[in-house]
């Protein structure tokens, strides 16, 4: 009898390790649904339902060795683990969680990036950028970190914006781990003016930030978060839609126009830097 019931139990795990890994698999699946759009540069959401990169980080991520915690230059937040774009008081907030190596937050970008600049720009709103590593953890490699760290090095010099966006506009396939080559990352540091220095460089093949993007993940993973990218306007999530309505450049301007109704632009001083 006892033999039976160690058999017994024996099964039951081994069902629920099956379990596991059908569900690991139906979230990858999940992940490709997303796909950008040629007409009007917008994502094709409204009938997609599962979004974005299963949360389960940890294995894959480097470590730093000493462990302090660098913050950029301007960073902001709790434990100042946001990356500020924008007027600092403009009426709205666009909040987005991020990992360089997520196909979905390319997408994303993509899509959204010159809505969100001139939104930006026209001091309507403000966008707090949050970076995470969850790839690192499901596939292995470091190429979500070190372009993280290499974000938060071009953030010190007031370049994170424009080297955020050349990033994404040049991200590999998921599986390609460019991004853990320090090479890859100075390379294209060389497409923003001015952000190719030794201090820039000492920066990323340093690892500087990277205890700090450590932080910043395990802030994502405790926040409950479904995956990357999550965009929240003023707290409320709006990817891939708003209550009932799906997420598209028209209904984005709408949405900051009704949450900034009765409130002023903020005043917008130029930056140097562009985007």
């Known amino acids: 009898m006892s033999d039976k019931n160690e058999e017994g139990k024996r099964a039951a795990r081994d069902r629920l390790v099956q379990q596991r890994e059908r ?16 007409v009007v540069g917008v ?15 940890g294995k894959g991520e480097k470590a730093t060795g000493a462990g302090t915690v660098v913050a950029p230059s301007g960073a902001t937040g709790k434990d100042n683990l946001a990356i500020p774009v924008g007027a600092d008081k403009a009426p709205s907030t ?8 997520c196909p979905v937050c390319a997408q994303f970008e993509n899509a959204f990036r010159d809505t969100i600049h001139q939104l930006e720009s026209s001091g309507q709103l403000k966008v707090e950028y949050h970076l995470a590593t969850i790839i690192d953890g499901n596939l292995g490699g470091s190429g ?33 781990d460019a991004f853990g080559k320090s090479s890859k990352l100075i390379g294209l540091a060389g497409k923003v ?13 340093g690892g500087t930030h990277n205890t700090w993007v450590q932080k910043s993940n395990t802030a994502f993973q405790n ?16 990817f891939p839609k708003k209550g009932n309505e799906p997420i598209t450049v028209a209904n984005l301007k709408k949405w900051v126009t009704e949450a900034n109704k009765g409130k002023q632009p903020a005043k917008v001083t130029p930056s140097p830097t562009g985007s």
């Open 144 to 176: 979500s970190l070190d372009a993280a760290n290499a974000a938060a090095c071009a953030q010190s010099v007031g370049k994170f914006s424009a080297y955020h966006d050349v990033l994404y506009r040049n991200q590999p396939p998921e599986t390609d």
């Open 94 to 101: 666009l909040t987005i969680w991020e990992d360089f190596r």
């Open 23 to 38: 569900e690991k698999a139906r979230e990858r699946r999940r992940r490709t649904l997303i796909v950008s759009t040629a």
């Open 193 to 205: 003016e001015g952000l190719d220095t030794p201090a820039f460089r000492s920066c990323v093949e």
């Open 223 to 238: 926040g409950g978060f479904r995956g990357t990218p999550t965009a929240l306007l003023n707290g409320e999530s709006i």
């Open 43 to 57: 994502l094709a959401l409204a009938a997609v339902i599962g979004v974005i990169a299963a949360n389960s980080g």
